[in-house]
């Protein structure tokens, strides 16, 4: 069974920095589309970051330039590096395939102060 544990989350005031990571157990990122999902209060779970097998990157448009997905294969680790956070970016934040699995961790709280 898959288990995905998201971890990096916290308080941060707007222009700040976090970096998430998540690890995989049950399954391997390797070779597969990892993408970190966001879900704010009141609103659908969106994609905020994808990474390709082969390396390739997808951002959505508001976190285009702040936001960096890497991963780590040897560890089975997928990260998130965030910078110049607004509060518009509070959510929680899970890791999960792309296309994603029906099961998802518990998630990582970002939550940005203005």
């Known amino acids: 069974q898959v288990q995905l544990v998201e971890s990096g989350g916290g308080l941060v005031q707007a222009g700040g920095s976090l970096r998430l990571s998540c690890a995989a157990s049950?399954?391997?990122?390797?070779?597969?589309?990892v993408a970190w999902y966001r879900q704010a209060p009141g609103k659908q779970r969106e994609l905020v970051a994808e990474?390709?097998?082969?390396?390739?990157?997808y951002y959505r448009d508001s976190v285009k330039g702040r936001f960096t997905i890497s991963r780590d294969s040897a560890k089975n680790t997928v990260f998130l590096q965030m910078h110049s956070l607004i509060p518009e970016d509070t959510a929680v934040y899970y890791c999960?395939?792309?296309?994603?699995?029906?099961?998802w961790g518990q998630g990582t709280q970002v939550t940005v102060s203005s």
């Open positions: 999960n395939y792309f296309p994603a699995l029906n099961s």
């Open positions: 990474i390709r097998s082969r390396g390739s990157t």
């Open positions: 049950g399954s391997t990122f390797s070779g597969r589309s």
